[in-house]
Each structure stands twice: as C-alpha cells, then as structure tokens.
C-alpha cells in the first residue's frame, strides 16, 4: 500500500481539528466542503449541511475524506505555519533562511538553501520534533521540493 499523504497520515483528531479552524475562518471553505459533499451523493442536501455545526460537519467531511489535495496543501500549510509553527522554525533556522516566526519572506527564490543545508535541518527536525518532524519533511517533499535540495533523497532515506 502507497504511504498516505502527510495530511491523511495525521490523526483523524487533528484532521478535524484543522478542518474545524478553516471553516470558522472562511466561509468560502465551508462552501466548498458543502459542494463537494454534495456532489459526492449520498442523500446530502446544500441547506441541510449549510445548517450542520461546524464540528459536526468537520468530522463528516474528514469521516468522508472530502478534502481535495489543495485543501490537503492549505491544511497542512494553516498547521505548520499559522497553528504550530515550531517545526517549520527548527527547519528554517537550522538551514540558515530568513524568517519571522515560520514565515517566509514572499520574495524569497527557490532553492532557499543547498542541500547540506538541507540535510542539517532535516537531521534536526526529526530529533526535535520526531514524527510531526518527519511529516514535516514529507510536506516539503511532496510540494515543495525544488525549494530544497535534496529533500527527496531524506524523505526516501526515512523510508528506507
């Protein structure tokens, strides 16, 4: 079986935790839960959901895996940057890039460091931050690998 996405690999508790914070904080998010809910069948009327609480309908968009991969990306980017922002800051200090409290300046260019650099952070998010290190790492890989060299090769090492 292939590995899950960083995001799926979460606990369903933190899913909902995340998905619960995007639909307090954006109407638009909640739209679009509803509409891919709906379009999925399974008896689920635009109105009823609209009316649901939004913790009742965070956990059935999670229960039925409603999110798209860019809402896996948007996630994933509200809990490593916005919600818990550790991990990205252990990652950024110790490959020597600019930030302010996890965040990256907009006009940074890809790579953002070489890949010893890389490889230092990586070694240093894990022993810190052990398995939301890694998921960390797999995050990188997975959708933002041509701004970090020879994350990849650590990510397939992890697997190994």
């Known amino acids: 079986m292939a590995n899950p996405s960083p995001y799926r690999s979460l606990p369903s508790e933190r899913r909902v935790a995340l998905v619960t914070h995007a639909i307090k ?39 039925l895996n409603a999110e798209s991969p860019q809402d896996e990306l948007d996630l994933l980017h ?49 022993e810190r931050h052990g398995d939301d290190g890694v998921r960390y790492l797999r995050t990188l890989a997975r959708y933002s690998a041509d701004g970090w060299p020879g994350i990849e090769d650590v990510v397939r090492e992890l697997q190994d």
């Open 25 to 63: 904080s954006s109407r638009e998010a909640r739209a679009g839960y509803v509409a891919r809910m709906v379009a999925r069948g399974g008896g689920f009327r635009p109105a009823t959901l609209q009316s649901w609480p939004v913790d009742r309908l965070a956990k059935e968009v999670v229960r």
């Open 78 to 126: 509200l809990l490593f940057v916005e919600l818990e922002p550790a991990v990205q800051i252990t990652f950024l200090d110790a490959a020597g890039v600019k930030h302010e409290n996890g965040r990256m300046a907009e006009e940074l260019e890809p790579p953002y460091a070489d890949a010893d650099a890389v490889r230092r952070a990586a070694a240093l998010v894990r």
